[in-house]
């Protein structure tokens, strides 16, 4: 059902944009309108940058300690598609930008994902970066140490 309504809610956007800029420049004037839609531009530029390298860390460190980057990793693209929509010209879009910049929107939104992904380990990995090995799995033979009989 929201596949279907995509494409309206895009063709709506611009619209609904246009509208509230007629309405803040209604009551605020035109030069403070415009003001406001550069400076949450830059303001979407300076907290992508500041939450971007916070984000950084913790996927760093999440490698380090050998979990999976799973949370880190959303978070670093819902940074990505906050400052995003907030260099978009439009109040709307300011105010999803700026809710996917708190950390508690994203935790909900970190939550709601995880109802509906399974996560499976297909690697064995250990803290430390090195690939599990089985031991009693492997066993390593010289050409003398194996022979084949052909008896039944």
Do not use: Y
């Not at 420049?25 to 035109?30: E, K, P, Q, T, W």
């Not at 839609?37 to 992508?48: D, E, H, Q, T």
């Not at 999440?62 to 260099?87: F, N, T, V």
């Amino acid at each position: 059902m929201f596949r279907r309504l995509l494409p309206f809610l895009i063709l709506l956007l611009p619209l609904a944009e246009i509208a509230c800029f007629i309405l803040v420049g209604r009551r605020i004037g035109l030069f403070p309108t415009l003001s406001l839609v550069v400076l949450s531009a830059v303001a979407g530029i300076v907290l992508m940058r500041i939450q971007g390298f916070g984000v950084l860390t913790r996927l760093r460190q999440s490698g380090e300690a050998g979990r999976a980057p799973g949370k880190e990793l959303l978070d670093a693209a819902m940074i990505l598609i906050a400052g995003i929509l907030l260099l978009i010209p439009g109040f709307l879009t300011d105010i999803l930008g700026l809710a996917l910049f708190l950390p508690p929107v994203r935790a909900f939104l970190w939550n709601r994902l995880m109802r509906n992904v399974v996560v499976v380990d297909i690697g064995g990995m250990r803290p430390g970066g090195r690939p599990e090995t089985r031991q009693d799995r492997t066993i390593d033979l010289d050409e003398g140490d194996f022979h084949r009989d052909d008896r039944p």
